[in-house]
């Protein structure tokens, strides 16, 4: 079965430190893969997906991830954070079995220092 | 992109009423709706999946008396909570997407979330 793991519950950097989220799948084939964020009571916000093609993936807000197959892995990633980057990000996977469902990681909360 | 709204964002009602929240497409037409739900600190677990015209289906564990779907139109879906009680109390997500007829995968765009807090 497809699965998503964020292998960190909370991130803390500095305000203009640079970010790393990681986040690792398990599929058997070319995954389709997204990125959200939500700020606290929001809903989710999409930072960019990857389906296909060039894997350095742009996003909004200056995120970007890479998808890397040998890793199974798509971290997202920010040069420089600011401090309205402070919220909870879901790494997620589309099941493939048929219904497309959106499988979600269990989220990263990203808490900015000043 | 497209919008996903819902209503109410924020509902308080008693133990025991009945609860109905409103997922709307506002600019395409959704064949599917998705309903989630968002415990505090915690990922978004899907409650079920609706298909315009058809009945809801819905996740292992999920109560489909006690959470309502109609999916009646191609741009509304709606969970009503019945009978609510305080352990239903939680954020609840939908999202929309348009199912064409080839198998391209087509992304799900979320509503902004509904609060629900039982008395």
């Known amino acids: 079965a497809q699965s998503v793991t964020q292998p960190d519950i909370h991130i803390t950097v500095s305000e203009g430190a640079s970010l790393e989220l990681r986040c690792n799948y398990s599929y058997g084939a070319t995954p389709y893969l997204f990125w959200y964020v939500q700020s606290p009571g929001q809903g989710l916000q999409l930072l960019l997906k990857?389906?296909?093609?060039?894997?350095l993936v742009q996003g909004i807000k200056g995120f970007e991830a890479e998808f890397k197959r040998s890793q199974s892995s798509f971290n997202l990633r920010k040069p420089s954070v600011h401090w309205s980057d402070a919220a909870e990000y879901f790494c997620?996977?589309?099941?493939?079995?048929?219904?497309?469902?959106?499988?979600f990681g269990k989220g990263t909360r990203l808490h900015i220092l000043p | 992109g497209a919008v996903v709204s819902q209503h109410p964002s924020r509902v308080i009602c008693k133990s025991g009423t009945s609860v109905k929240i409103e997922c709307r497409s506002l600019d395409f037409q959704a064949t599917t709706m998705f309903w989630y739900r968002q415990f505090p600190k915690k990922s978004l677990m899907l409650m079920a999946t609706s298909n315009e015209g058809s009945k809801a289906t819905y996740e292992q564990g999920v109560e489909k008396d006690k959470f309502l779907i109609n999916h009646a139109s191609l741009t509304l879906s709606t969970l009503t909570v019945t009978s609510a009680h305080p352990e239903d109390s939680s954020f609840y997500i939908c999202?929309?997407?348009?199912?064409?007829?080839?198998?391209?995968?087509?992304?799900?765009?979320f509503g902004p979330g509904t609060r629900l807090t039982v008395l």
């Open positions: 999202s929309a997407r348009y199912t064409g007829t080839s198998r391209i995968y087509t992304e799900q765009f």
């Open positions: 997620a996977v589309v099941s493939m079995n048929r219904d497309d469902k959106i499988i």
């Open positions: 990857y389906f296909s093609g060039d894997t």
